[in-house]
């Protein structure tokens, strides 16, 4: 039987030429496909937007200047000050509201305006999108609407979104929505106290299911829609 054909990519290098460039790209690799056209067009996106270079440079400086010395939170700051934004934007879940409470104190504290959105706001319910009553039992009736914060979020004119504690796919609606810049403080994992890379770094022990079985695969899917959906058809 033919094996089937793995798509490999960046994600399965073990070189890093692009990073190091001291041995050979492998075969699969997306730099050696780009043409000198492709690599200066992307190029001049850095240079030719004020926001891109601004926001660019002020990513790879502090990296720079505070590799290994700052925190997320201290990055942000950090990276807030640099573009000059003033009125920060928190799209919060509201089971991490004190993390969110914190947050805005600290950002208080260094000068900036806070304005924060919960997740649940305008309180709608989840069976009013779709959402089947048995799955609203243990989680309630009222649904995440990351719509509704980037909406808000932009109506305050804030300079620059920060998520924290959004869950998987409210926070790929936020992002879709949300105007003008975001950065992510915290990435919600209710099992690894908000840490998703503890799975990896233990999936070789505690979690080696994870590379043994694909995840799920007792449940009932029948009632799933099959196949990528992912954008409107107009
Ligand atoms: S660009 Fe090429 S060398 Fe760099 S990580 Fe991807 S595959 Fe590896």
Do not use: W
């Amino acid at each position: 039987m033919e094996k089937e054909k793995i798509l490999r990519s960046c994600a399965d290098c073990g070189v890093m030429n692009c990073l190091n460039r001291n041995s050979k790209y492998p075969e699969f690799c997306p730099t050696t496909e780009l043409t000198e056209e492709e690599i200066e067009q992307v190029v001049n996106l850095y240079i030719n937007s004020r926001i891109n270079k601004k926001v660019a440079v002020a990513a790879a400086e502090i990296e720079g200047e505070f590799y290994g010395k700052y925190t997320r939170v201290e990055e942000i700051i950090e990276f807030a000050r640099r573009i000059g934004a003033k009125k920060i934007g928190i799209a919060t879940c509201v089971g991490l509201m004190e993390e969110s409470r914190i947050f805005a104190r600290i950002l208080r504290l260094n000068g900036f305006e806070v304005y924060g959105i919960g997740c649940k706001v305008g309180s709608c319910n989840k069976t009013d999108i779709g959402v089947r009553e048995e799955y609203t039992c243990i989680t309630g009736k009222v649904m995440c609407n990351p719509i509704m914060q980037a909406k808000l979020l932009a109506k305050a004119k804030v300079d620059l979104n920060v998520v924290v504690g959004l869950c998987v796919g409210h926070d790929s609606l936020f992002y879709k929505y949300a105007k003008g810049l975001t950065t992510t403080l915290i990435t919600k994992d209710r099992m690894l106290a908000h840490n998703p890379a503890g799975a990896l770094y233990q999936a070789r022990a505690y979690y080696k299911k994870l590379l043994h079985a694909p995840v799920g695969a007792d449940l009932d899917r029948s009632k799933l829609s099959p196949g990528a959906d992912t954008e409107d058809k107009e």
